[in-house]
């Protein structure tokens, strides 16, 4: 029943706040914005999209938390030439998949975000994570493991390797695994013996995506598959998993904010980039909202700002200094962050541009081995 609740949730549309209507003829009053829900969209509402409506009282945001399903709908709209989205937050992947359809607007980083507190471009202060034209960074996560404490066998020892996902006789329990192939095929295929660097090689062969589908096949009746990041959390705190796999900032949220009896394995996490593509064709007093929005929400400040709500680290090379402790527990961040040398031992790179080329392909396969 939670589950459903929290479904159902996911798939609703948040108005936020409503103002008055925006005097200035040259920006729209209100924009949509599209994240994922939870903790995450909690810190980008803290961190910038209320100080934004507090600068402009006039301006109202409305959420919609499907940002899981962005390619797919932004594909539907732009068909229907009906796109009433007007800011989209996506991994890094889905940003290249929708600037090489045109449905994403290029951008200049430099005449479109804010310069560093020093002057600093922001083509420099974003660096190498500026990885499409299209694509705004805004904060580094991974995908990782939690799992309940208190169900682990006693007399055996906790977790500490991503293949106890696979090892449902020394951990018994359902397992929770995002529905889309992205990161559970690279995982398999580490825990079937492939090397780390090895793995992309392997992927892009149908021999190796049927490798990757037999070894989760090995756990699927013990997998509940889910579709927004808060559903793991969730099913954690329900204890109707043992273990499964969600981003690190919800985690976080679960054992530090909510005191669960859940741990981190941050063995193989998978680090990610997450930031904003613009639809392509807004008009001009949209795209001028979004804009405004946009050179606001991503400066130094408010990038480090976000890391104060939550486990993630800031995308801008400025923003890094200045993230101190949580806004509200006062706990010091940085033994949270992915990127701590202690919970970084193992990390696994994601390859962009290969889901970049293979998703589709991959995902239809993924889903018919899904309903098998």
Known sequence: MQLIKTLTASTALLVVAAGAAYADDHMASDMTLVSWGGAYQNSQIKAYAEPYMEMNPGVSITWDESSNEAVAKLRAMNEANNVTWDLVDVVA???????????????????????????????????????????????????????????????????????????????????????????????????????????????????????????????????????AGADTPQLLADGEVFMGSTYNGRLFSAIVEQDQPIAMLWDAQVFDLDGWIIPSGLPEERLNRVLDFVKFATDTQRLADQAAYISYGPARFSSAPLVGKHAELGIDMAPHMPTDPANAKNTFLYNYEFWADYRDDIDAKFQAWLAQ
Not at 153 to 169: K, M, R, V
Not at 172 to 190: D, H, T, V, Y
């Open 93 to 227: 992947a889905d940003a290249m998949r929708l600037c090489d359809e045109g449905l994403a607007m290029e951008i200049d980083p430099n005449e479109v975000l804010a310069e560093a507190p020093d002057g600093t471009s922001a083509e420099d202060d974003f660096g190498d994570l500026l990885v499409s034209d299209c694509f705004i960074p805004q904060i580094v996560y991974s995908t990782t493991f939690g799992y309940r404490e208190d169900m682990v066998p006693a007399g055996t020892p906790a977790p500490t390797d991503i293949c106890a996902l696979f090892d449902t006789e020394t951990y018994p329990g359902m397992r929770s695994l995002e529905k889309r192939p992205i990161n559970n095929m690279e995982w398999a295929l580490l825990c079937d013996g492939v090397a780390k660097d090895e793995v992309y090689s392997v992927l892009e062969t149908p021999e190796g995506q049927q490798r990757a589908l037999d070894k989760l096949a090995t756990i699927k009746d013990s997998v509940i598959w889910w579709s």
